[in-house]
């Protein structure tokens, strides 16, 4: 089975550029997450979609982060335009159906390394 | 809203040696727990999780984790560690009243096994 692809791995932009990560889960997998990790922290949770529908999305910087998921599968991350503190691994997770019973595992990808310099 | 401490950022373990990585959970409400592993340069990978029943739960590598609701723990042990072991942990709680199976993490251990 494969896992939860990301790209890039790596990037490296200046304040005020934009960047976009892409993450395609595994297959049919219904609910999305993108977490947010800075360096020495825990991941925090940015949005989470069911299908193409957002779940919780209420730690999300709305002025300057946007994600969507339009055919329910693969899913994109923007950051526009990019600070200083952005710099963070963005991982990307996915789980059968968050609505089902039970705590259904989270899946994660590899994460985007993103550097703001 | 629901917060997890690792009490220890940095652990340094010898090979062959115990160890023993604190979490606390702030809730009492009940929850679901987690450990995740994450190795250099890699994903999160779920080690072990508590949902229900026993709370002593085991991995396949040789890890175990208690939950203890009254004192609102999930601590994790190995009683030898190899240089495998080498990576970050995070525990992490799921809070059953939330909405959409969000999982709230710690800030991580390090465990750095020396030979």
């Known amino acids: 089975e494969a896992g939860v692809a990301q790209s890039p791995r790596y990037k490296i932009i200046e304040k005020r550029q934009s960047v976009a990560f892409w993450c395609n889960p595994i297959s049919g997998h219904a609910t999305l997450y993108w977490y947010q990790q800075i360096l020495g922290q825990g991941p925090k949770l940015l949005i989470q979609f069911q299908n193409n529908g957002v779940v919780d999305d209420s730690q999300l910087p709305k002025d300057r982060f946007s994600a969507e998921r339009l055919k329910g599968v693969d899913s994109t991350l923007k950051i526009q335009p990019a600070k200083l503190e952005d710099s963070a691994v963005y991982l990307c997770?996915?789980?059968?159906?968050?609505?089902?019973?039970?705590?259904?595992?989270?899946?994660f990808g590899p994460g985007t390394r993103l550097t703001v310099l | 809203a629901q917060s997890v401490t690792q009490l220890d950022s940095q652990v340094p373990v010898f090979e062959e040696a115990p160890v023993e990585l604190r979490c606390n959970y702030s809730s009492s409400v009940s929850v679901y727990l987690f450990w995740y592993v994450q190795y250099p340069n890699q994903g999160l990978q779920l080690l072990l999780k508590?949902?229900?029943?026993?709370?002593l739960v085991k991995s396949i590598n040789g890890f175990e984790a208690e939950f203890n609701k009254s004192q609102t723990s999930f601590h994790l042990r190995k009683p030898s560690v190899h240089i495998s072991d080498t990576a970050e942990y995070f525990c992490a709680v799921s809070d059953l009243k939330a909405a959409g199976n969000k999982l709230t993490f710690g800030g991580g251990t390090r465990v750095l096994v020396k030979p």
């Open positions: 508590y949902l229900s029943g026993s709370t």
């Open positions: 997770a996915s789980s059968l159906d968050h609505s089902r019973s039970g705590a259904n595992e989270q899946f």
